[in-house]
């Protein structure tokens, strides 16, 4: 008998031979019809691991409450977690109990996308100028809503501030709820990701001003970029999925190749496209590298933009 054969298999190996042995969860950590909700919802219907894959939007605190579920789950593969930068930014900001670094294990980074400065049509300005001098000329009369704090909308809106163009930062527990008031008229604005508002910008019911990133968007390409009105205002998103630490490699492996074929499909790139995605597709490692540049970098930034949990 060889030494294999007489010790017992190892539990981690186990777990991967069966994987996944029951439905696998995305915990999203904002609320439905944000962007991370869409692109959750994109993968459970594309992605393929032989196991119905269910969606759990799990809101509040920035994104916190998602995060620390998604970070006490049983690392087995069968919990997953779709997150973006306010995973990095919130320990810079808020007491958390969890770190974006040592808690999770990347799978992919999924995709890239822009923030975009929508307005209420009744707003008296006709373009991102006309916004800076209307907000200049009245100091704290302009809501912006945003997904919640830490997202790139409350970084946008803090950057704004700090660049002379005061603006008052209302969050939301995400994208789509966020979109929905500046909708209904209870606030003026709001900066949000592109995919939980183009469809009211396409349908007319709401106009973009201007977008977070350091171009223009190829989805909006008539509308410019806010560095272009206001030097310096850039935020660029990012939105990945990722695993509990400790998670098998040989699943995180699985995961990853599943992922990538999805991403590959027509389908999915079609589908990503239509909402405003830029599709990636990332090594795990990749992505883990990412996580800890964007965990470093955002103290400083936090702290030169003046970004608070209360503004």
Do not use: C
């Not at 799978?107 to 300005?125: E, F, K, N, R, Y």
């Not at 302009?142 to 209302?170: D, K, R």
């Not at 009105?229 to 190749?257: H, K, M, Y």
């Amino acid at each position: 008998m060889t030494l294999s054969a007489a010790l017992p298999a190892l539990p981690g190996r186990a777990r991967a031979a069966t994987y996944p042995d029951k439905p696998v969860r995305i915990i999203v950590p904002f609320a439905p019809g944000g962007s991370l909700d869409i692109l959750a919802r994109g993968l459970a219907n594309d992605v393929r691991l032989g196991q119905q894959i269910v969606v759990e939007n799990r809101s509040g605190a920035g994104g916190n409450i998602g995060f620390e579920a998604a970070a006490r789950s049983t690392p087995d593969g069968h919990t997953l977690m779709l997150a973006s930068e306010p995973l990095t930014v919130n320990p810079a900001l808020m007491r958390v109990t969890y770190d974006p670094v040592r808690d999770f294990a990347g799978i992919s980074l999924i995709a890239l996308l822009t923030q975009v400065l929508i307005v209420h049509p009744d707003v008296p300005a006709r373009d991102l100028p006309e916004l800076v001098a209307l907000a200049r000329a009245r100091p704290g009369t302009i809501n912006v809503a945003s997904a919640g704090p830490g997202t790139s909308g409350h970084l946008a809106v803090a950057m704004l501030g700090a660049a002379g163009v005061p603006l008052v930062h209302v969050p939301f527990r995400g994208g789509g709820p966020a979109a929905a008031a500046v909708l209904a008229g209870q606030v003026q604005a709001g900066i949000m990701t592109l995919p939980a508002a183009l469809g009211y910008i396409r349908q007319g019911q709401l106009r973009a001003f201007g977008v977070t990133a350091t171009e223009r968007s190829r989805f909006l390409p008539e509308v410019p970029s806010l560095r272009e009105v206001v030097p310096g205002v850039v935020v660029d998103s990012w939105q990945a999925l990722f695993a509990p630490a400790g998670t098998p490699p040989p699943i995180i492996g699985q995961i990853n190749a599943a992922v990538l074929a999805a991403l590959a499909t027509p389908g999915t790139s079609d589908f990503l496209a239509r909402q405003g995605f830029e599709k990636v597709g990332s090594t795990p490692a990749a992505l883990d590298d990412l996580v800890q540049r964007e965990a470093a970098r955002w103290p400083a930034v936090v702290r030169d933009a003046g970004v608070s949990v209360d503004g």
